[in-house]
C-alpha cells in the first residue's frame, strides 16, 4: 500500500480549500479515509476535505475529482500510484468567475439534517466552506417525534460554525401538510430567518400526530416571525394552499424556487404571483443536507454582512443557480428595481451569462412569456441577449437559462434572474388569467377547510376561511380591474 497525501490550495491566493473530493481506484471503486464526511444525496459520490487528506491506496492507477462550490473550476486527475511509499500531491484550484469581487455573495436558504446524521457540527463546520457559501441556514423543523439532528441547534446566529467569511445561522421550517385537499399539499412549509425564538406551533396537524388540528394557518407564524424582526421565505415553489393567501397579504418577504432536487413544479405559481403585481424576489437552497448545488446570489454594495444581506435578498437583489452567472440590466435599472415609463418608449434590454457548464438556452421572459431567446443545440458558456422592448402594459422582466447538461447531483443547470418591474402602463391580460387562476384554487381549498379540515372549534374554523376569503377579496379585485389605468 502506499500512502497518498493530497493538498488542496486555491491558485491565485495560496490558501488551503475545503473541498469535495471523488477518489476512484484503478477498478472505479470510490474511496474514502475513514473518518471523513460523505456528501449525502443524489449524484456522484464524494467525501469533505478540509484541505488536506491522507490514506493508504492500492497501487495501480486512480482517478481524482474534486469540486469546491460553483464558482471554481472542478479538477479531475489521473494518478499512478506505485506498489509502496508515500505519494504527495498538492492540487491547486482555479476559479472561473469572481462574483465577489463584483459584489455577489451566495447564500442557502433552506438545509436540514435527518435523525440519522451522528456528525452534525462537523458536516455544519464543513458544508458552507465546501460549497463556498457566504451565508448558511439551517433550520429547525417539526415531523412526528423524529429526532432531526439539526434541531439541537439555537435560532439565530451560530458562533461556534460561524467566521469573517462564512455566516452561519438557525431558522426554523414551519409547516403543515395534509392528506387531503387541494392538490394534498395542506397549507405549505415556510422558512423562517432571523428570529430569536421558535416560532410556535413549529408544524401543525398530521405532522404532528393524528389529533392535533389544522391549525394555526402559516400566515400567524409568518406574523410571529416579524414581530421579532424575521423575515418569510415561501418554500418548495409555491407548495400549499396558504402560499397565494400569504402573498396577497404581504407575509411573505421572498420565494423559494428548486430548494431540494423538486423541478417538476416549474416557476407556475411564481409567475402568476408575480402577474397579480404581488413583488416577490427569488430565493433558493437544497433542503435536505446539501443535495444540491442551488445558491443564491444577492447583490450589496458593501462588504458582506447578514443584515446587509438579508436586506437586499428582501429588495430583490439577486439571482439563483446552481452553477451559472446572470446578470439583467435595462437601462442601468436591474433586478428588484422600478422602472416608471410612457407609453411609447422602448427599453434597451441586456441579459448575459457566464458558466462553466454549458447551457442550451437563454430566455427574457416578460409576464411569464419569452420576448426573446437563443437556442445552442451544443452549448454555450458565455454570451448575451441585448434587444430594445417596447412594453405594451405593467409587468415584469426576468432572464433566465436552462441546459440539458447535468452537473455532479446529476441536476441540470439552470439559472433565473429576481425581476425588473415595469409600471404606468396598462395592466396585462396576464394579470386578470393569474387572479383569476387563485380565486379558483382559493375556492377550492375554503371548501376542503370548510367541510375537512380539523379544527378544536368553529371559532378556529372561521378564522382561517377569513384569511382566504380576505385573500379571494384581493385575487377578485385584482382580476376585475380594467386593462387601462
Not at 144 to 157: E, S
Not at 258 to 265: L, M, S, V, Y
Not at 405 to 416: G, L, N, P, Q
Request: hydrophobic content about 35%.
Amino acid at each position: 500500500m502506499t500512502l497518498l497525501s493530497i493538498s488542496i490550495i486555491d491558485d491565485s491566493t495560496g490558501s488551503k480549500l475545503p473541498c469535495k473530493v471523488r477518489l476512484l481506484n484503478s477498478f472505479e471503486e470510490f474511496l474514502s479515509p475513514l473518518d471523513s464526511i460523505k456528501k449525502i444525496g443524489p449524484g456522484l459520490e464524494f467525501f469533505y476535505s478540509d484541505g488536506d487528506f491522507a490514506m493508504d491506496m492500492p497501487s495501480g492507477k486512480a482517478k481524482i475529482l474534486i469540486e469546491r462550490g460553483t464558482e471554481y473550476e472542478p479538477l479531475y486527475l489521473d494518478l499512478l500510484v506505485p506498489s509502496s511509499g508515500v505519494l504527495q500531491k498538492e492540487i491547486r484550484l482555479k476559479k472561473w468567475t469572481f462574483l465577489g469581487d463584483l459584489g455577489w455573495y451566495p447564500g442557502n436558504t433552506h438545509i436540514h439534517y435527518d435523525q440519522n446524521e451522528t456528525r452534525p457540527d462537523d458536516r455544519l463546520f464543513l458544508d458552507p466552506r465546501v460549497e463556498n457559501l457566504r451565508m448558511t441556514a439551517v433550520s429547525i423543523l417539526q415531523r412526528w417525534n423524529l429526532d432531526y439532528a439539526t434541531n439541537k441547534y439555537p435560532t439565530g446566529f451560530l458562533t461556534d460554525f460561524s467566521t469573517n467569511h462564512h455566516y452561519v445561522e438557525c431558522g426554523e421550517e414551519n409547516r403543515h401538510d395534509a392528506t387531503s385537499g387541494p392538490e394534498n399539499l395542506g397549507y405549505g412549509h415556510i422558512m423562517l430567518l432571523n428570529i430569536k425564538e421558535i416560532v410556535e406551533p413549529v408544524s401543525r396537524g398530521l405532522l404532528v400526530d393524528s389529533f392535533d388540528p389544522d391549525y394555526p394557518p402559516l400566515t400567524f407564524a409568518c406574523d410571529d416571525a416579524r414581530r421579532q424582526g424575521g423575515i418569510v421565505i415561501w418554500c418548495h415553489n409555491g407548495h400549499g394552499m396558504e402560499a397565494p393567501v400569504a402573498a396577497a397579504l404581504s407575509k411573505v418577504d421572498a420565494f423559494n424556487l428548486f430548494d431540494g432536487t423538486n423541478r417538476t413544479a416549474g416557476y407556475s405559481i411564481y409567475y402568476h404571483m408575480l402577474n397579480c403585481g404581488i413583488k416577490l424576489p427569488i430565493s433558493t437552497g437544497s433542503d435536505w443536507f446539501i443535495c444540491s448545488g442551488n445558491r443564491v446570489y444577492v447583490y450589496m454594495s458593501e462588504e458582506f454582512n447578514y443584515a446587509s444581506w438579508l436586506n437586499s435578498l428582501i429588495n430583490g437583489k439577486s439571482f439563483i443557480t446552481n452553477g451559472p452567472v446572470v446578470f439583467l440590466n435595462i437601462e442601468n435599472f436591474t433586478p428588484g428595481d422600478q422602472i416608471n415609463i410612457n407609453s411609447d418608449k422602448k427599453l434597451p434590454v441586456k441579459f448575459e451569462w457566464k458558466s462553466h457548464y454549458p447551457i442550451n438556452r437563454a430566455e427574457v421572459i416578460f409576464n411569464g412569456k419569452v420576448i426573446k431567446d437563443m437556442f445552442f443545440p451544443n452549448g454555450s458558456k458565455e454570451g448575451q441577449l441585448e434587444f430594445d422592448f417596447l412594453p405594451s402594459c405593467n409587468g415584469w422582466i426576468a432572464g433566465r437559462l436552462s441546459s440539458e447538461h447535468t452537473d455532479s447531483y446529476f441536476e441540470k443547470v439552470f439559472a433565473h434572474t429576481s425581476p425588473i418591474y415595469i409600471s404606468n402602463l396598462a395592466n396585462s391580460a396576464e394579470r386578470n388569467e393569474s387572479a383569476l387562476f387563485f380565486v379558483d384554487s382559493i375556492e377550492k381549498s375554503m371548501e376542503w377547510i370548510g367541510n375537512k379540515g380539523r379544527y378544536y372549534n368553529q371559532k378556529q374554523r372561521l378564522e382561517v376561511l377569513d384569511l382566504f376569503k380576505n385573500a379571494k377579496e384581493f385575487y377578485d379585485a385584482v382580476g376585475k380591474q380594467p386593462f387601462l389605468i
